[in-house]
């Protein structure tokens, strides 16, 4: 299971500190989407400098114009990149197909993506399926129940991510279970007074 822990709702200064602060420490770096919003392509720019030794995930959150903003995202030092599961279908075989060409990875967001759609979307092999449990939401997700619960509606899919309030007890317990490629950890790590000692901490929880 790999780490990877996101940058969200900073400064671009704080985000490229921050970075280098994680550089080989995390499997993955994930530029949020406030980020991409806020700085654009600087933002892109600037993290992938700052992280020489640490995959980057630009969390695009792409609903159309796939190929385009795929492309651009690839560009400009992406090494994933995100795509709503709520796009067409189409949308989600250009963006497909760009990361194909381009020998780096789609992330398919399955945020408040109904089980009807992801089972049309099955297609996509090389693509990560991320189980996301929205910032805004007032409870806290179950992460290994939602996970087992996914795992035995699409055994089909191998590659699974999941993202949403996850904290090192939840880690432990995602590896424990196995099922899972990528937890995604945002303010446990970001927001942490040490985020290198908390990414140390977290990727220890992986081995558990």
């Known amino acids: 299971m790999k780490l990877q822990a996101a940058i969200d709702r900073v400064s671009l200064e704080d985000a490229v500190a921050l970075a280098l602060q994680l550089d080989g420490k995390t499997d993955i770096v994930e530029m949020g989407t406030s980020l991409v919003k806020d700085y654009g392509i600087e933002a892109m720019t600037q ?3 700052a992280l020489p030794n640490t995959e980057l995930l630009v ?19 992406g090494d994933i990149l995100t795509v709503m599961g709520a796009a067409s279908l189409d949308t989600l075989r250009a963006t497909y197909q760009v990361a194909e060409e381009a020998g780096k990875t789609m992330m398919i967001d399955l945020l408040e993506v109904s089980e009807e759609k992801i089972a049309e ?11 996301h449990h929205s910032v805004d939401r007032v409870d806290k997700q179950d992460a290994v129940g939602n996970v087992a619960h ?16 996850i904290d090192l007890a939840q880690t432990k317990a995602l590896a424990t279970q196995g099922l899972i490629e990528i937890v995604i950890v945002g303010s446990k790590i970001s927001k942490a007074s040490d ?4 990414v140390k901490e977290f ?3 992986l081995k558990a």
């Open 47 to 49: 993290l992938r400098e």
């Open 59 to 77: 969390d695009l959150k792409t609903i159309d114009e796939g190929a385009y903003e795929f492309r651009q995202g690839f560009k400009y030092g």
């Open 121 to 131: 979307i099955l297609e996509f092999e090389h693509a990560i399926y991320a189980l």
């Open 150 to 165: 996914f795992h035995e509606k699409f055994p089909e899919i191998k590659r699974l991510a999941i993202a949403g309030g």
């Open 195 to 198: 985020p290198a000692a908390a």
């Open 203 to 205: 990727m220890e929880g």
